[in-house]
């Protein structure tokens, strides 16, 4: 390990880090100077215990070294009682804190693993959803494009014909640079949507979050025929979160409800999106007026591989809540009146960006 | 050609079916600046609306709107006996949609974005195609006029006549003398305006009088 990558180690958590330290000199004391003939050094257990809270393997064997080292140095130094049960209490601190190590970094290995795999599906219901979103976006560029061609075609028509007609060529160029301009929205939107940064813990207003994602989701639910409302309050306070995870989350709830309400006649097909804060926490819902959950839907939702949709594949919105849950937030669903189901996150607000901590 | 274009766009009209305004407005400009009359609409309900169309016209549609998959709205055309020749832009051009706009009759499917060259050859098209249409449906509607001067006698001599049979025939299958079925015969070529028996039995099969009469 180098010397800045310990000292960020140290910096990240130096509450943890000041308890594992104090804890292993309290026992080393405590262990070479008392007089009870007790293996003391088996709290060293303790101290590696506080060590998995780390996450770091690297870090929980440097700990468990240094309480090893620390336990040999204490039977070393100790002048007190009989040499032989000094032994074994020794002995059997060693084993304990040997056997203590080994759980801790299986733990930890496999804490790892699971983050990754959680990871991996949340990549891989983004690939899923930007397939079913690919036809919109091409829907939404080609839309601008087809009509800088036919207007660009027309300035020059307009301006070749004999007189030429200026003005004819004026608005169809003024058209050309409003379609451009559209054009050009629509790629920094798929852009922000597909870069595949990690997770980014950023101040984010989910006001501007939201009415992204819903740009867009513009193609799909016109093709739908859903009427979209939206509420955002535009004097949201921020929330600390990665843009894309959260757009995710939003575009999950949408896909949802267009499903849900494909069954209703188009003129009941109400979608409401609101984003709404109190000063401490910013929530923001889904409201649509489809079919409703079950009572048994409505308590498994959220559980991996449950759907009730014959082609779902029962993973969105386990991966919306662990999306929601990584920011500190809570999700949650219920019956919408008269008809149709609310899905929605709350997030904790950011007061002033230093106190934004790591969720 | 040059001369051609020049001299014919003022009358022919292109309907445009997009929900697009964008789209809308950039065809419309394009068109007119071809020398077309434009008329464009937000809908297949708007256009439907605005029927009957002018002649010669064609209609370019949308695939993708909102109010009506194009495809059903072409079905809709079909029943209304509506013959304006549909070239279909679409957004995504997937094979099976491709291939029933074709079968039920699409003069063209272009996707989107397209070639503005290849939309100026298929509306070209589609209008040379309007124009023989009108000018058969024109002389048809005249012959059917004509033919409904005739007497039902003449009617019969004529549809007796197209089918081969001499006077000497016709005269006894209708119990008439040679002599009145040769007037009759006259008289149906006068008022067909047949320049010849070979005419007339054009015409007759035009009508759709060559089934042999029960």
Redesign the interface.
């Known amino acids: 390990m180098t010397r800045p990558a310990l000292l960020r180690y140290l910096s990240e958590s130096p509450l943890l880090w000041l308890a594992i330290t104090l804890m292993a000199g309290l026992i080393f004391v405590a262990d070479t100077l008392t007089k009870l003939e007790i293996a003391f050094a088996v709290l060293h257990v303790v101290v590696i215990l506080l060590a998995v809270r780390s996450g770091r393997v690297g870090a929980i064997l440097t700990v468990a070294g240094i309480c090893i080292v620390l336990t040999l140095t204490s039977y070393g130094l100790t002048r007190h009682g009989n040499r032989d049960s000094g032994l074994a209490n020794a002995a059997l601190s060693l084993l304990a804190i040997g056997a203590s190590t080994w759980l801790a970094v299986r733990l930890e290995r496999l804490q790892a693993r699971a983050r990754h795999a959680q990871s991996d599906l949340a990549r891989m219901s983004r690939i899923m959803l930007m397939g079913e979103l690919s036809?919109s976006i091409?829907?939404e560029v080609?839309?601008?494009?087809?009509?800088?061609?036919?207007?660009g075609?027309?300035?020059l028509?307009?301006l070749s014909?004999d007189p030429p007609?200026e003005e004819?060529a004026r608005?169809?160029l003024t058209?050309i640079v409003?379609?451009a301009g559209?054009a050009g929205d629509v790629v920094a939107r798929v852009r922000r949507l597909v870069a595949r940064a990690g997770p980014q813990a950023e101040p984010l207003d989910l006001t501007e979050t939201v009415a992204e994602a819903l740009a867009v989701m513009r193609g799909e639910l016109?093709?739908n025929?859903i009427h979209l409302r939206t509420e955002l309050d535009d004097a949201l306070p921020q929330v600390m979160g990665d843009r894309v995870q959260l757009q995710q989350v939003v575009l999950n709830f949408v896909l949802n409800a267009i499903e849900a309400m494909a069954e209703r006649p188009a003129e009941e097909r109400d979608l409401l999106v609101s984003a709404a804060g109190d000063g401490k926490s910013v929530t923001v819902s889904v409201r649509d007026s489809g079919t409703g959950l079950g009572g048994e839907a409505q308590q498994r939702l959220f559980e991996a591989f449950f759907s009730t949709k014959p082609t779902g594949m029962g993973m969105g919105l386990a991966i919306s809540r662990s999306i929601v849950e990584a920011h500190g937030g809570t999700i949650y669903a219920a019956p919408n009146y008269p008809t149709g189901a609310v899905f929605g996150f709350t997030l904790p607000a950011v007061r002033t960006q230093g106190e934004a901590g790591t969720a | 050609m040059n001369q051609e274009q020049s001299a014919r766009p003022a009358a022919q009209t292109v309907y445009v079916v997009d929900d697009d305004p964008s789209v809308r407005d950039g065809l419309d400009s394009l068109l007119r600046s071809v020398g077309y009359r434009a008329a464009c609409f937000a809908s297949t309900a708007e256009f439907l609306a605005a029927l009957p169309r002018a002649r010669p016209s064609c209609l370019v549609l949308d695939i993708r709107m909102p109010d009506a998959n194009g495809l059903d709205f072409q079905d809709e055309l079909v029943r209304r006996a509506e013959t304006v020749p549909v070239i279909f832009l679409s957004g995504h051009g997937d094979v099976p949609m491709s291939v029933r706009a074709m079968k039920a009759g699409a003069s063209e499917f272009l996707l989107k974005p397209f070639r503005e060259q290849d939309l100026l050859d298929a509306i070209r098209q589609a209008l040379a195609g309007d124009r023989t249409r009108q000018a058969q449906d024109e002389a048809l509607s005249s012959l059917r006029e004509r033919y409904q001067t005739l007497t039902s006698r003449e009617r019969e001599v004529m549809a007796l006549v197209a089918l081969g049979r001499l006077n000497k025939q016709i005269a006894g299958e209708l119990g008439l003398s040679e002599i009145t079925v040769k007037v009759h015969r006259g008289h149906a070529m006068r008022k067909m305006q047949a320049d010849s028996v070979a005419d007339l039995i054009r015409m007759a099969e035009s009508l759709g009088l060559l089934r042999p009469m029960g």
């Open positions: 036809a091409a829907h080609s839309q601008p494009v087809t009509a800088i061609a036919a207007n075609n027309a300035a028509r307009w014909a007609n004819e608005r169809a058209r409003a379609d559209r016109r093709r025929e």
